[in-house]
């Protein structure tokens, strides 16, 4: 008796919430970004730490319509942690994000709204590591790269104000330039490793409000990514394969238009 009171409501829920099709919004974004960094490299080197930032997102989204859309990050924090040889070492990590994407929506014409919108685009990472310990090797890594990033968004309504979405998202790395400077021997020099795909997924969770007359929604988006820069031969030294680890969310305010 209770299993069928439970699947009647929810065949109640998926058939009869909604009362007019849920249309999809452009907008613009922005708010607070926060993630926890484990990273690590063949051979013992382990660092932990969390990144803080924030977020700016714009959004051209259409019913059976192009998708245009655009990010920029800027995050920063401290990584603490041990060498191969157990040597405590501390470091300041920062990534710099800039992303554009098109794509072309695809949403049914059912009470839950769902949309499902397949892209491409094009991007640009900077990531810096400062190492503050030990200070007798105050060595900075300055790694930038070009990518495509290819993927999807997906969203549906759970209600008139709650939704619920999964986005995933791979970058193919084209150009790639990891500086090292403050080398106390070599003083700088560039190393090259493999271009190895990184990939990011991504559960955002959507509210829909209507204030002062005004539609606003609030988004919380948890997050994993994964970054993996592989071993290459390099001069004076090789490039030892670094794997990167992240959970994180970010909170935005949403400008709808």
């Known amino acids: 008796m209770k299993l069928r009171t439970f699947l009647g409501l929810l065949l109640f829920i998926c058939t009869n919430v909604f009362t007019e099709e ?13 993630y926890c960094v484990a990273r690590t490299k063949v051979g013992g080197t382990k660092q932990t730490g969390v990144l803080c930032g924030g977020r700016l997102t714009f959004e051209r989204l259409k019913r059976y319509g192009w998708y245009l859309g655009a990010d920029a990050l800027y995050a920063s924090g401290t990584l603490n942690g041990h060498s191969s040889g157990e040597n405590k070492i501390r470091s300041t990590l920062s990534d710099t994000n800039f992303e554009g994407r ?16 397949p892209f ?10 400062n190492f503050s310990r030990p200070k007798d090797i105050p060595v900075h890594f300055c790694n930038t790269f070009s990518y495509i990033p290819f993927g999807f968004l997906s ?4 209600s008139s104000h709650f939704g619920i979405g999964i986005n995933f998202k791979v970058r193919y790395l084209l150009q790639h330039k990891d ?42 988006v948890p997050f994993y990514e994964y ?6 031969a390099n001069y004076p030294f090789d490039f030892i394969e670094t794997k990167f680890q992240i959970y994180g969310a970010y909170l935005q305010l949403v400008f709808l238009f």
């Open 22 to 34: 849920q249309q999809l919004i452009s907008h613009a974004a922005i708010g607070p970004e926060i």
């Open 102 to 117: 098109i794509g072309y929506t695809l949403q049914h014409k059912s009470n839950c709204g769902f949309s499902f919108t």
């Open 120 to 129: 491409f685009g094009i991007g640009y990472f900077r990531e810096t590591n």
């Open 155 to 158: 969203h549906a309504y759970l």
């Open 179 to 220: 500086k090292v400077t403050r080398d106390p021997e070599f003083k700088s020099l560039h190393l090259h490793y493999q271009e190895n795909l990184q990939y990011r997924i991504e559960l955002p969770l959507t509210y829909d409000q209507c204030i002062y007359n005004r539609l606003w929604r609030f988004n919380l």
């Open 227 to 232: 970054r993996n820069y592989g071993p290459l």
